[in-house]
């Protein structure tokens, strides 16, 4: 039986913010020790990892293709880091540093996804194309900084620290539009109606009258 569905991406969005604003704020220099890892790995494991998974697997029946692509992707990925993240705190691998050329090609394969899905994104709103874009450009970086390249690690801290932002601000207001059933905080979609505070969606997170079971994205 098919029934409605709340936006995943919700859960999505807030899992990606809290891995994000972490790892972020840590390649940025703004904080961190050499244990650091230990208060990383399980929180970028499940918060970031597994949540979004789950949630790349609720858009699947939101019919959200990009969703799926983007929680996939991240979700598994945060899920590798925090194992990485463990190993290496227990001492089974060694720590990698700066510098990894294998890290940097997993980064290049998350930029080539992540820009596939800013290029979806872009025909639904603006709040998605600023999380999903800030995040390619900072993947691209940490690619180049992993690879060898001073500094570049610094400048994509900062970029996954805007995109954790962007991606806060998002899942906010697809939840307050999903609770109050109208728009509290503009997501900026191509058509103005429904996109300024207090007017009712565009496209409400919920299947259309008329078509049961048929509700295509969240």
Known sequence: ???????????????????TI???????????????????????????????????????????????????AWGSFWLAYGLQNLLVATGKLPATGNESVPLAWWFIGLAAVTASVTL?????????????????????????????????????????????????????AMMLAGSFGRTILPLGTWNRKGNL?????THPIEYADGMPGAKVGQ
Not at 1 to 15: D, E, I, N, R
């Open 1 to 19: 039986m098919l029934t409605p569905v709340a936006a995943p991406s919700v859960l999505g969005l807030f899992g990606f913010f809290a891995a």
């Open 120 to 172: 979806a994104v872009l025909a639904d709103n603006l709040a998605l194309f600023a999380v999903a874009g800030t995040l390619t450009a900072g993947s691209i970086l940490a690619a180049i900084g992993y690879g060898g390249t001073s500094g570049a690690l610094t400048a994509a801290g900062y970029l996954f620290v805007i995109s954790a932002a962007c991606a806060w601000y998002a899942a906010t």
């Open 197 to 201: 505070p207090a007017e009712r969606p």
């Open 22 to 72: 972490m790892v972020g704020s840590n390649l940025a220099g703004w904080w961190g020790t050499t244990s650091s890892s230990l208060e990383i790995f399980s929180f970028a494991a499940m918060f970031g990892g597994l949540a979004q998974l789950l949630a790349a697997m609720w858009s699947f029946r939101a019919r959200d293709v990009a969703a799926v692509a983007v929680h996939g």
